[in-house]
């Protein structure tokens, strides 16, 4: 078990910035593909941005790139993900995921490939 932890949600006019942070209790995240999706009400969980181990690699949706960015403190066990330019479809419960690394994985960008999972943290984007 990976128990995850995230923080930093709220309420965040358009054009503002966010920075959400994802904590592992109790267990080290060097070892951990780690991973954001977010879900709007009534649709579903989607991708949003991962970071492979020591982040090597890094991968965004298009909606989001260019806006979001994600980058991880191992030392601190903790992942972030920095928003800004926030736009109200933006508006979503965002959750943290990890996923094992140091091996072959499927699509970073499917939430099949995450067995653990945070509570999620709603970000509301409004005027």
């Known amino acids: 078990q990976v128990p995850l932890v995230e923080s930093g949600g709220g309420l965040v006019q358009p054009g503002g910035s966010l920075e959400l942070s994802c904590a592992a209790s109790g267990r080290t995240i060097s070892n951990y593909v780690m991973g954001w999706f977010r879900q709007a009400p009534g649709q579903d969980r989607e991708f949003a941005a991962a970071?492979?181990?020591?982040?090597?690699?890094?991968y965004y949706a298009d909606s989001v790139k260019g806006r979001f960015t994600i980058s991880r403190d191992d030392a601190k066990n903790t992942v972030y993900l920095q928003m800004s330019s926030l736009k109200p479809e933006d508006t979503a419960v965002y959750f943290c995921?990890?996923?094992?690394?140091?091996?072959?994985?499927?699509?970073?960008?499917?939430?099949?490939?995450?067995?653990?999972w945070g509570q999620g943290t709603q970000v509301t984007v409004s005027s």
């Open positions: 970071i492979t181990l020591s982040g090597a690699n890094i």
């Open positions: 995921a990890a996923v094992l690394g140091g091996r072959w994985l499927p699509s970073l960008k499917l939430k099949t490939t995450y067995p653990y």
